[in-house]
């Protein structure tokens, strides 16, 4: 199993950022993550996509990761933040969760639970990923998430994975760009392929709904 957590915190240091200073310490608000998430305010907007943006319900007053949230590596959650998420972006998506609907949830490591669960190996796990917490009576929540992923991957598992899958989901939830911008793959690669995405669930007959990049801190 991959994952995006050893090399997630060098790579921060390395982009451009915004020092907030606490004593000897400074922290970081990764600027790349930003950006995309303004970008995708206005592109979901425009194309009539619905967006869970779950960035401020998970950041402090600086606008970094709420250290409640923390799983100790400043990126990924732990079992109260993945509770968190998972909580707001059910309250954002309550209307659609209605019994016989199918929905998908394609992402990384945020989406897979990582690093206390890993789709497929659930016994054991230390807590629940934030699809657990979109579960309601009648309704079908499969968890598509992979440590490591980036957008190109992602599509890949769209088409091998999500758009195959019987029944077939009406719903594909896309939280996704992070281990891109980590890895300095030029931003509007990103986006044409979120686009990409968006536009095959549609084709599909699936909703998309697209999800901002969380916040993270890095000391």
């Known amino acids: 199993m991959r994952s995006d957590a050893t090399s997630g915190a060098d790579l921060l240091k390395r982009k451009n950022r915004k020092i907030f200073s606490y004593g000897l310490q400074s922290s970081f608000v990764f600027e790349p993550f930003l950006e995309l998430n303004e970008w995708l305010k206005g ?109 190109f991957e992602l599509i890949r598992r769209f088409h091998s994975q999500v758009r195959v899958h019987e029944p077939a989901p009406d719903i594909c939830i896309v939280h996704g760009g992070a281990n891109d911008l980590f890895c300095d793959i030029p931003i509007d690669r990103v986006e044409g392929n979120l686009i990409d995405i968006y536009k095959c669930c549609r084709r599909h007959k699936m909703t998309p709904i697209a999800a901002t990049l969380l916040p993270v801190m890095i000391r």
């Open 43 to 151: 592109y979901c907007l425009k194309n009539r996509i619905q967006l869970v943006d779950a960035y401020p319900a998970l950041a402090d007053h600086e606008g970094l990761l709420d250290g409640r949230y923390d799983s100790g590596d400043g990126v990924h959650l732990n079992g109260e933040g993945y509770m968190a998420f998972g909580r707001f972006v059910a309250s954002e998506v309550s209307d659609l969760l209605q019994p016989g609907t199918v929905v998908a949830c394609l992402g990384d490591s945020l989406t897979e639970g990582y690093p206390g669960h890993f789709v497929g190996e659930e016994e054991g796990a230390q807590w629940m990923p934030y699809p657990f917490y979109l579960e309601r009576e009648g309704v079908t929540i499969l968890n598509f998430g992979r440590s490591g992923d980036t957008t």
